[in-house]
């Protein structure tokens, strides 16, 4: 975990990159997945050290973070295929929670594989929808460390947005579910509509005709 004296600039970092993701996720998609690269690499890489080691932990999270983009970066692929994964994880969360139970592990592997296979057929909406729902948390998130919350910078300085969980917010804290669907949907239809261009329309305009 970051430094106290560094939490603010990463959830700087957390709320540009999930508003990036939430709104411009399709046409961005190597943009976004440099910056969820450089998070997850600046997580793994810092968690080598104690908060002790100041310097040691700043320049593992900037190094790991580096690695981290560019593999994401190299591996279109791979990251079409964990949004998909992603995407299956969570609604096998979702269903578990609606019935008031702990997710079984077997089902959200099962879901996560189906999500990852049908992610590589429909990449365009997979990309949209995940980017649109994993952008709107890392927004929320980034949002609460900057103003102060302490969950949430836990969250930004471990690297792991998913520390504070989406589906079982603490108590009080019902409001932050529905503001993170109500982004997400938001976050999809603007991409839809608007900033993944014609192919991320679900009605493409059409063209004018030649006279």
């Known amino acids: 975990m970051l430094p106290s004296a560094y939490q603010?600039?990463?959830?700087?970092?957390?709320l540009v990159g999930g508003i990036v993701a939430c709104f411009f996720g399709y046409r961005l998609f190597r943009a976004v997945l440099?910056?969820?690269?450089?998070?997850?690499?600046?997580?793994?890489?810092s968690s080598l050290f104690g908060v002790s080691d100041t310097w040691a932990m700043v320049a593992a999270w900037i190094i790991g973070g580096l690695l981290g983009a560019a593999i994401?970066?190299?591996?279109y692929?791979?990251?079409?295929?964990?949004v998909g994964a992603s995407l299956g994880a969570t609604i096998a969360n979702v269903f578990f929670a609606a019935g008031d139970r702990d997710p079984q592990?077997?089902?959200?592997?099962?879901?996560?594989?189906?999500g990852a296979i049908a992610s590589m057929y429909l990449q365009r909406y997979f990309i949209i929808v995940g980017t649109a729902f994993g952008g709107a948390w890392t927004m929320i998130v980034g949002a609460l460390a900057v103003i102060g919350d302490k969950g949430a910078r836990q969250a930004t300085a471990s690297g792991d947005v998913w520390v504070v969980y989406p589906l079982d917010p603490a108590p009080g804290r019902g409001w932050v579910t529905v503001a993170w669907l109500v982004l997400g949907l938001i976050?999809?239809?603007?991409?839809l509509g608007w900033t993944a261009g014609d192919k991320g329309r679900v009605v493409?305009?059409?063209?004018?005709?030649?006279e």
Not at 34 to 45: C, Q, S
Not at 77 to 82: D, E, K, N, P, Y
């Open 8 to 14: 603010l600039p990463a959830a700087a970092i957390f």
């Open 34 to 45: 440099a910056i969820f690269g450089f998070i997850i690499g600046a997580g793994l890489a």
């Open 72 to 75: 994401l970066m190299a591996a």
């Open 77 to 82: 692929f791979v990251g079409v295929a964990l």
């Open 105 to 114: 592990f077997v089902v959200v592997v099962v879901c996560a594989v189906i």
């Open 187 to 191: 976050g999809a239809a603007v991409q």
């Open 204 to 210: 493409r305009r059409k063209k004018k005709r030649r």
